[in-house]
């Protein structure tokens, strides 16, 4: 009998301490969780530089955008690798080239465009690093299965106050898992139809007279809008300039009831907020151009419990380091050699280091019809772009061919479109190299200047380089007339 209690007293220690075990281990894990920031990413649709108050734009209302650069750190070259929307987001999420992971451009159904399914996400790594993931918003992106969220939340995508209130269960989600957010807007997107009529009638960019539930209608005249100095300053432009302000500050209000639901739920301090864009605004000279205005894009990007506030970062990063960023940021151990970015987790230490001081941008398709590949190393003082089909003309994507604002100077005839001549916009010398110090609107090509022959072949070497080692299919368009038919077969 005391050989039972006494077996009965050791399994009842036994399974005390096992019992207590298992809650240390849970609070330990709880603890660690905790640690690990939430995650927002906010991704609008073709928002420029140009038109947000906190880098300088005076007109535009953008006050919740503008709190947020000053509780976090405003990026000043900041650059996505293509400019479009599709192969745009692949970067963003891959942290891997495009022309690598065989999205070359448009995920339309008809075009085609996907992802390799060997290819393993951002979302899928956090969802197997402990993570709660949801999308809401824009997807254009293939396939489901290596762009998986686990929630995928239903609104609007021009109403980002609705997209904001939608994602309020998922934040308030009584989880010991932190959470990653995908937040993208349609705004401000040019609006459908596409074609107007007339023909010089602005297009809408998702605004209606009705407005939309819940979002203040903030317009905009003609005449006090900032003309940048890439476009024409015409009646038609300035009033689908005024048009594209007032999708900006929709996107402005979303923006800022998501940070109120982040607030009210005590996790906007341990919350990562990043806010960017993924291309230049809708406009010929920015989208599905490699020129600054369709690749220099705003970052904003609010730390946890971040200490210096307001910050300005000079370095160069680009979206293809988004990924390695984030993963930092949410403790995941991973291969540096997976991505072709690498992360800027340490940037508020070094604002103004000469670490990463060159980008590169690879664009080879907007629409399936619109083939003009075109490679970009970008340096902080020399800019080379390689257009690798130089001798077609320059292929314009269907909203911004007949928008009002080119088909002004189209019909009129015009020489110039912005500071730039039409000419030269629709035929491009195989090189572009530009001076960005001393002429920063990009029109004065000095690829065949012999005073720039040492910087030029050093930059197509770095391209060349840097086109080898992130296996770019365009790579063999070095030797096209030394190999017969992509074979291999020296002629």
């Known amino acids: 009998m005391n050989l039972i209690r006494k077996s009965i007293l ?11 075990g298992c809650k240390d281990s849970k609070k330990t894990l709880s603890e660690v969780d905790e640690s690990r920031p939430n995650i927002v990413l906010i991704v609008s649709d073709d928002h420029g530089l140009d038109a947000m108050g906190c880098y300088g734009n005076e007109v535009i209302k953008t006050p919740n955008i503008d709190l947020l650069a000053q509780d976090g750190t405003r990026f000043t070259n900041a650059y996505c690798t293509s400019a479009s929307c599709s192969p745009s987001r692949s970067v963003i999420l891959t942290g891997k080239f495009n022309h690598a992971t065989g999205h070359y451009g448009h995920a339309h159904d008809f075009h085609h465009f996907s992802t390799f399914d060997t290819v393993k996400s951002l979302p899928v790594i956090l969802e197997q690093n402990n993570y709660r993931t949801a999308r809401i918003g824009k997807y254009h992106l293939a396939p489901e299965r290596v762009y998986h969220f686990q929630k995928v939340f239903q609104a609007d995508p021009r109403n980002t106050v609705e997209m904001a209130n939608n994602s309020v269960d998922f934040i308030n989600e009584d989880s010991e898992k932190p959470f990653f957010l995908y937040f993208c807007t349609d705004d401000p997107h040019r609006g459908h139809p596409f074609t107007p009529d007339p023909w010089n009638a602005p297009n809408s960019f998702g605004n209606k007279d009705s407005g939309y539930e819940g979002v203040t209608s903030v317009t905009y005249t003609p005449e006090e809008v900032l003309v940048p100095d890439y476009l024409p300053d015409t009646k038609v432009c300035r009033e689908e300039l005024a048009n594209y302000y007032q999708s900006v500050s929709r996107v402005d209000q979303g923006v800022g009831r998501l940070i109120e639901e982040l607030k009210k739920a005590g996790k906007y301090e341990n919350t990562l907020i990043i806010y960017i864009s993924d291309n230049g605004i809708a406009f010929p000279g920015a989208k599905t ?3 600054e205005p369709g690749i220099k894009l705003p970052c904003i990007i609010k730390t946890p419990k ?18 390695p960023t984030l993963l930092e940021y949410a403790g995941v151990d991973y291969e540096k050699s997976s991505f072709h970015g690498k992360s800027f987790y340490n940037y508020q230490e070094h604002t103004d280091s000469a670490d990463n001081e060159v980008v590169y941008a690879s664009h080879t398709f907007h629409e399936i019809t619109m083939y003009y590949p075109m490679r970009v190393v970008r340096e902080k003082k020399y800019k080379l772009i390689w257009n690798i089909a130089y001798g077609l003309s320059y292929p314009f994507a269907s ?4 928008s009002s604002t080119y088909q002004d100077v189209f019909r009129n ?3 110039y479109f912005g500071k730039r001549s039409v000419q030269n916009y629709l035929h491009r010398s195989e ?6 110090e001393n002429d920063p ?7 065949g200047k012999g005073d720039y022959k040492m910087v030029l072949e050093r930059m197509k070497a770095d391209l060349k380089k840097f086109q080898f080692e992130t296996r770019d299919p365009w790579y063999r368009k070095w030797d096209n007339e ?10």
Do not use: P
């Not at 090189?431 to 960005?436: K, Q, R, S, T, V």
């Open 10 to 20: 050791i399994m009842s220690i036994l399974l005390h301490w096992a019992i207590v």
């Open 289 to 291: 151009t490699v020129y």
């Open 306 to 323: 971040q200490q210096r506030k307001g910050d300005i970062c000079n370095k160069l990063v680009s979206w293809v380091d988004l990924t």
């Open 399 to 402: 909203d911004l061919w007949i």
């Open 413 to 415: 005839k015009k020489e």
């Open 431 to 436: 090189f572009e190299l530009y001076d960005m």
């Open 441 to 447: 609107n990009e029109i004065i090509n000095l690829a």
């Open 482 to 491: 030394k190999v017969f038919g992509g074979t291999g077969v020296n002629l």
